[in-house]
């Protein structure tokens, strides 16, 4: 990315220029060795263009991005070379921030950049993994195969990621429904039997006290409430959001009784797929480890890789340095040492990354049949004591009325 810089050199003399930089610190940095005190950096005219087109258009998906890579492993398949590939990929891309990225890949390699090199440019579509990957690849000849790779590797993410989503929608959008019936029946139809009640003078039992005080509560002090609830729920969303926030829950994830095996079984295909892409890649192993250290979010298994970098790098296998039963299932670390023992890390670790997605996958099937019914049971049961509160003071009023018609 070019950077219009102004400032001054080491006699004082005014300087303005252009520089060529991953980012803005990236610019000043480069500048200061060369004796330049800037007072001014930004992005050149034509990399604001790119950059307003990127916000118009929202960051790429891992839909775009995983097409991206399969188109580009075909063109340069068919010996397509690398510059007329990127052009006809840019013409095909239909998303615009992609659109962007990739006119920007074309210009720097069309300067004599590498495609690893120029990828450098915008970190946040093309991370260290596929940076990696590519430059591997640029090295070996490969550079198909493992564009390929990185297509499988982004759309095997992409289906998780819609099956969590997928087993999650309906169930939240139930909950969100039921909440807004549960505080329309406190808001709008619990003060009618109130005033009922009153003028019956019925004894009220305890649950319904607590929903008419729950009523009035939401009906008087809604100004209150709203923004008290609104600032809750936004701060909540800030502290899971946050590192230190998505950091604690996660671990709390992996360490939950009845969750935590589930979560411990996608960072592990996750970790798994990552570690033996790059490893098949030809990546060294050390890189390799680092590098899926670097990508993984779960904190867990990040401090599990950094202490198996360290002990990879003393001379121990992979599958003892990944011995950790809380973790790993020692099933995996006995495969990865089967692996080891045939030189064949990278396939031994593709291959139990796909067993445990399948079983991920057939899960979360599960879990999708089985949280449906539950939360309408929950909903059903909630909504139903609701409507009996409201009810069970009238019921009272009949049976007292009836033993008082009968007495002699």
């Known amino acids: 990315m070019s950077y219009a810089y102004s400032g001054f050199d080491a006699t004082g003399k005014p300087v303005a220029g252009t520089i060529d930089a ?21 992005a050149a005219e034509a990399d604001t263009a790119a950059a307003a087109a990127l916000v118009r258009g929202g960051q790429a998906g891992l839909q775009d991005i995983s097409q991206f890579y399969r188109q580009l492993s075909v063109l340069i398949a068919t010996k397509t070379p690398l510059l007329q590939a990127l052009i006809v990929v840019e013409k095909q891309t239909k998303a615009p921030s992609l659109r962007v990225t990739v006119a920007e890949l074309r210009r720097r390699v069309e300067e004599g950049e590498s495609l690893a090199a120029a990828m450098a440019a915008d970190p946040l579509v093309f991370d260290a993994v596929a940076r990696s990957m590519v430059a591997a690849g640029e090295a070996a000849g490969m550079l198909d195969r493992m564009l390929a ?43 009618q039997f109130a005033e009922m009640f009153k003028s019956l ?21 809604w100004m209150i409430a709203v923004p008290v609830s609104g600032a809750i729920g936004y701060a909540a969303y800030r502290i899971i959001r946050s590192p230190r926030g998505f950091v604690a829950i996660d671990a709390f994830l992996v360490t939950a009784p009845r969750i935590g095996p589930m979560r411990r079984s996608f960072a592990v295909a996750s970790f798994c797929r990552l570690l033996g892409t790059l490893v098949d890649a030809r990546v060294p192993l050390l890189e390799a480890i680092k590098l899926t250290r670097e990508s993984i979010r779960c904190k867990p298994y990040a401090d599990l890789l950094l202490a198996a970098e360290g002990a990879v790098e003393r001379g121990q296998p992979l599958a003892d340095a990944l011995s950790n039963e809380a973790l790993v299932d020692p099933a995996v670390t006995a495969a990865i040492s089967s692996g080891e023992r045939s030189g064949r890390v990278g396939p031994v670790l593709l291959q139990v990354a796909d067993f445990m997605d399948e079983d991920n996958e057939q899960f979360m099937k599960l879990l999708s049949t089985i949280l449906e019914p539950l939360v309408l049971g929950i909903v059903g049961i909630l909504v139903g004591g609701i409507a009996i509160s409201m009810f069970l003071p009238l019921f009272d009023l009949a049976a007292s009325a009836g033993g008082a018609g009968g007495a002699p």
Request: net charge positive; charged share 15%.
């Open 22 to 42: 991953a980012g803005a610190a990236e610019a000043i940095e480069a500048l200061r060795r060369r004796g330049v005190f800037t007072t001014s950096v930004q």
């Open 201 to 221: 003078q019925t004894p009220l039992p305890p649950t319904t006290k607590a929903l008419m005080w729950i009523g009035d509560l939401l009906r008087t002090q």
């Open 149 to 191: 790779s990185l297509a499988v590797l982004v759309r095997r993410q992409l289906t998780i990621r819609r099956q969590v989503v997928g087993t999650l929608t309906y169930p939240v959008i139930l909950i969100t429904v039921s909440f807004c019936v549960v505080i329309a029946l406190l808001v709008a139809v619990l003060p």
